[in-house]
Nanobody, 114 residues
Framework: VQLVESGGGLVQPGGSLRLSCAAS????????MRWHRQAPGKERELVAG????????NYADSVKGRFAIYRDNAKNTVYLQMNSLKPEDTAVYYC????????WGQGTQVTVSS
């Protein structure tokens, strides 16, 4: 089983990034997918979640209206489109699969700074 995140990096405030999480080794469409983040010195927090076929979405209040989660079950990939980024969005972002088991990716760093 693997969850491999990509797309992180350094971006200026107000900029955009799209994170990707490519899954393998399990039946992707049977799992709820989530993005979490952890900033230095803080606990890991749920950012966004999407149901198996994308019919249900949820977001943390801090990212509503700026972030969008979506998935492509044909590609076994979940995405997080992040717009209007703020310095407080700086964190390591983790992909998470929830179903009969729970899986985590290794994380990708997002830094928002001028």
């Amino acid at each position: 089983v693997q969850l491999v995140e990509s797309g992180g990096g350094l971006v200026q405030p107000g900029g955009s990034l799209r994170l990707s999480c490519a899954a393998s080794g399990f039946t992707f469409s049977s799992y709820v997918m989530r993005w979490h983040r952890q900033a230095p010195g803080k606990e890991r927090e749920l950012v966004a979640g999407i149901s198996n076929f994308g019919g249900s979405l949820n977001y943390a209040d801090s990212v509503k209206g700026r972030f969008a989660i979506y998935r492509d079950n044909a590609k076994n990939t979940v995405y997080l489109q992040m717009n209007s980024l703020k310095p407080e969005d700086t964190a390591v972002y983790y992909c998470n699969a929830v179903g009969r088991a729970m899986y985590w990716g290794q994380g990708t760093q997002v830094t928002v700074s001028s």
